[in-house]
């Protein structure tokens, strides 16, 4: 696999060196296993990105992609940085 | 002549009626101001009302006292602004404008939380970001025989973002003063992953959190308030038990904003970090919690971006370039209790960390460090808003950027 760059937490620095195997590397090092909707909600969570919108749970509960139950489901413990981590787009600044 | 409409009347709208009297020819140019409500709260207060530290009439007062004579006061609550036809629609009345100011503000909305608004609210769950709400904590702290005081964040952004330590931190102080500190557990529940978002100061602050034996649930992100067995849920399944639950419920920027189209989801208005105009109207410009700016959703920003909108406004009616001149700033005192403060300076990018403010290497106010004398700063602070801030008076030697001297940055 070719080599990406990191932050210290381990979010890609560049969004352009992602592809699905880089996704599927850092769910395994997450102990998760990538199903199709976890694809889906990556795919809304870059969507986001590239269109330079904010994340936030709110957003997620509004998106009508996902609920939160199911996604806290998916992506266990902090749901929003595991699955912007395995999106390869930075982790959500929580506005102060 | 012109108009000039400023939607809001509280500590941003007030500052800027003020700012542009003082600079706009009254010949040319009328300048009106629309709040719905006569009282002008005073809401730093009310984080102090709730522990009978300030009475009632600390934090409040007519608006109209602050309102500079020759700016067109209305009493009225807006109905909806057509941004598209340069119009805001009031009950019976409609008002053109050349420029909008929106300065509506945030609010608290607990029936965005399942349960919160229910059966326990103002029984033994309370917020204090209200009037009513602080009054009632009150009331109920004056009697409460102890048990399990929770203080919790909903979801961020919010007003104040360090309001709710101060609180838990104040709890410490007020219980210990009762001679009941033993009988009150108190826990900090957080959907962010520390005390604050900050790592510098999120480090003193958790070291201030243990030392006063306060204990953190963090990355909570709550589902519902269960009323009966008094507990608080979050969606990854894990409790919280409370005995007084002291809450901040979700903030979100004015209904007026969401009915005229002009927000995002969460009805702050789109506006450009660096000059205050809004993002689809030329004509339109933003202040203190209404925007959507990464900044804190505090005073002291508030009063930091009417010095540089002041200036914008002038030079959008001149035609010329607006200056992108807003960096964030927030200056922000944190009452730590036993009548002592911590004093945070910082922007957009740069975090808190320690040095002494406003003069470099003097101080007299250190940053992020606890003393006596940032307390008493804090407590200036109150007759500064009412005599200086709203009024628009430049605060000596405090500018409207920050500045990086007498800091200590790593790098």
């Not at chain 2, 542009?20 to 709260?41: A, C, F, N, R």
Request: charged content about 30%; glycine content about 8%.
């Amino acid at each position: 696999m070719e080599s990406v760059d990191l932050n210290e937490e381990g979010y890609l620095t560049n969004f352009s060196q992602w592809n699905k195997e880089i996704g599927n590397a850092i769910a395994n090092d997450n102990e998760i296993t990538m199903t199709d909707r976890h694809w889906e909600v990556v795919e809304y969570l870059q969507g986001k990105h590239v269109k330079e919108e904010a994340l936030s749970i709110r957003g997620i509960k509004k998106s009508g992609v996902i609920n939160i139950k199911e996604f806290y489901a998916l992506f266990p413990g902090g749901p929003l940085k595991v699955s912007t981590k395995i999106a390869g787009i930075p982790k959500p600044k929580s506005c102060i | 002549m012109k108009k000039l409409l400023i939607l809001g009347a509280g500590t941003a709208g007030t500052m800027m009626a003020n700012h542009m009297m003082k600079k706009l020819p009254e010949e040319d140019w009328k300048i009106t101001i629309i709040d719905q409500y006569k009282t002008h709260y005073y809401q730093p207060g009310f984080l102090l009302l709730p522990f009978d530290l300030y009475k009632t009439k600390d934090v409040k007062k007519k608006g109209e006292k602050f309102i500079p004579r020759g700016v067109n006061y209305i009493l009225k609550k807006i109905k909806k602004i057509r941004a598209d036809k340069n119009e805001v629609i009031l009950e019976n009345e409609t008002l053109s404008y050349d420029i909008l100011i929106i300065a509506t503000g945030t609010k608290t909305f607990p029936e965005e939380t399942e349960g919160m608004d229910g059966k326990g609210w103002y029984k033994d769950v309370f917020d204090f970001y209200t009037y009513d709400g602080a009054k009632a904590l009150r009331n109920k702290l004056r009697t409460w025989e102890g048990g399990k005081l929770v203080v919790h964040i909903t979801e961020m952004p919010i007003k104040c973002p360090v309001a709710p330590l101060e609180f838990a931190f104040l709890a410490d102080s007020f219980f210990k003063n009762k001679g009941m500190r033993d009988k009150v557990e108190i826990t900090y529940v957080t959907p962010l992953e520390g005390a604050f978002t900050k790592p510098k100061a999120t480090e003193t602050l958790d070291y201030l959190l243990e030392e006063k034996g306060i204990k953190q649930v963090v990355d909570f992100n709550i589902e519902k308030v269960d009323s009966e067995n008094k507990k608080i849920t979050c969606y990854s399944g894990r409790e919280v038990e409370y005995d007084l639950l002291v809450t901040v419920p979700t903030n979100l920027g004015d209904e007026l904003i969401e009915r005229s189209g002009l927000g995002d989801d969460m009805n702050f208005v789109p506006t450009n970090k660096a000059t205050l105009q809004s993002k689809d109207y030329e004509n339109i410009f933003v202040i203190g919690d209404a925007s959507n700016l990464p900044a804190s959703k505090a005073g002291s920003v508030a009063h930091f971006e009417a010095e540089i909108l002041e200036e914008n406004l002038l030079r959008y009616i001149d035609g010329k370039p607006l200056k992108e001149e807003f960096d964030g700033h927030a200056n922000c005192f944190i009452e730590t209790g036993n009548g002592k403060a911590l004093l945070i300076d910082f922007n957009y990018t740069h975090e808190p960390v320690e040095g002494s403010f406003p003069f470099p290497g003097i101080g007299p106010l250190k940053l992020l460090k606890e003393t006596r004398m940032n307390h008493m700063g804090k407590l200036a602070f109150r007759w500064i808003y009412w005599n200086m801030l709203i009024k628009g008076t430049h605060i000596p030697f405090v500018s409207a950027k920050m500045s990086e001297k007498g800091k200590k940055f790593d790098n």
